[in-house]
Antibody
Framework: QVQLQESGPRLVRPSEMLSLTCNVS????????WSWIRQPAGKGLEWIGR???????NYNPSLQSRLTMSIDTSKNQFSLTLTSVTAADTAVYYC?????????????WGQGTLVTVSS | EIVLTQSPGTLSLSPGERATLSCRAS???????LAWYQQKPGQAPRLLIF???ARATGIPDRFSGSGSGTDFTLSISRLEPEDFAVYYC?????????FGQGTKLEIK
């Protein structure tokens, strides 16, 4: 059974860096794309980016200049770093696995972690 | 970027009724690349439908998806109490993903 669990600071100061890690269990990370998605309170879902086990990445153009994703398959985890955060980055952040083969949809999700940007 | 517009924003129905949710794309979406999710308060989204009409593992057959081109539909044939939630459509294209803004299905 594939399980994903987000971890990281829940409070980040404006202009600083947001860093989250997703731990994956129950599945090999190889051959899959892994993704981050966020959801501001009471709003819809926004795709942040994806990373493959080969370290190939694709980012949402609206976040690309501030975003870095990394992966460590030996530790079964992947990470997100978002710089120069503002209150607009306050959201629940989900990690998710993309479907095998053509990565068309998100088949497994973490429970999500609320990150608040505030001084 | 392909924009997905869902309608209605809120749908008020009673258990046992049929629900029809719409997702309209700003450009043509391949049938293979359209999915639907259900989200309940405080929970992560759950995959319901992928490839426009294929049900994910464990999804009851009262859920069905259809459509093509720019117009897609999620139908729930007989609403159960646990079906009242927010539903999102999602598309994949050119190494990026977008979601609709969601339809809230509430008990009338």
């Amino acid at each position: 059974q594939v399980q994903l669990q987000e971890s990281g600071p829940r409070l980040v100061r404006p202009s600083e860096m947001l860093s989250l890690t997703c731990n994956v269990s129950g599945a090999s990370m190889n051959s899959y794309f892994w993704s981050w998605i966020r959801q501001p309170a009471g709003k819809g879902l926004e795709w942040i980016g994806r990373i493959h086990a080969s370290m190939r990445t694709n980012y949402n153009p609206s976040l690309q200049s501030r975003l870095t994703m990394s992966i460590d398959t030996s530790k079964n985890q992947f990470s997100l770093t978002l710089t120069s955060v503002t209150a607009a980055d306050t959201a629940v952040y989900y990690c998710a696995r993309l479907s095998p083969g053509t990565p068309r949809y998100f088949d497994y999700w973490g429970q999500g972690t609320l990150v608040t940007v505030s001084s | 970027e392909i924009v997905l517009t869902q309608s209605p924003g809120t749908l008020s129905l009673s258990p046992g009724e049929r629900a029809t949710l719409s997702c309209r794309a700003s450009e043509t979406v391949s049938n293979s690349f359209l999915a639907w999710y259900q989200q309940k308060p405080g929970q992560a989204p759950r995959l319901l439908i992928f490839g426009t009409s294929a049900r994910a593992t464990g999804i009851p057959d009262r859920f069905s998806g259809s459509g093509s081109g720019t117009d897609f539909t999620l139908s729930i044939s007989r609403l159960e109490p646990e079906d009242f939630a927010v539903y999102y459509c999602q598309q994949y294209g050119t190494s990026s993903y977008t979601f609709g803004q969601g339809t809230k299905l509430e008990i009338k």
